[in-house]
């Protein structure tokens, strides 16, 4: 380890990777990349990434079967929660879908900002 200075005027401990940790963390570095292959795209929801299959029709099965599940919401273990989850994941593939995901993202974002603009002021 070696102490760097550091901006804000203090100094901070850097911990230099030695070759044995290199080698260490090489099966993990390379178990990574071959999930981001296998799993082609990911949501974001809630500071989570969750991953999904690259295939479309695994996403377009997954995403009708949350949409499914969520429109029976009132039955024990499903719940409404999937209905949202569904159409997210359904927004990868079908074009209304994501229009439908775009336009709640925009509207998502100004009312944030106009949020932060009133708490401001």
């Not at 901006?7 to 290199?22: F, I, L």
């Not at 949350?66 to 499903?78: D, M, N, T």
Request: proline share 6%.
């Amino acid at each position: 380890m070696r102490n760097v200075d550091n901006p804000s005027g203090g100094t901070q401990d850097r911990h230099t990777m030695t070759a044995e940790e290199g080698q260490k963390e090489q099966p993990e570095r390379e178990r990574r990349e071959k999930d981001r292959s296998t799993w082609a795209h990911r949501v974001k929801l809630g500071g989570r990434e969750i991953a999904l299959p690259r295939s479309p029709f695994l996403r377009i099965g997954l995403g009708i079967m949350l949409v499914i599940g969520g429109l029976l919401g009132f039955l024990p273990i499903v719940g409404f929660w999937m209905l949202p989850l569904g159409l997210l994941v359904l927004s990868y593939d079908l074009p209304f879908a994501r229009r439908w995901r775009r336009r709640f993202v925009v509207w998502w974002h100004r009312r944030r900002e106009r949020q932060k603009r009133e708490g401001d002021d």
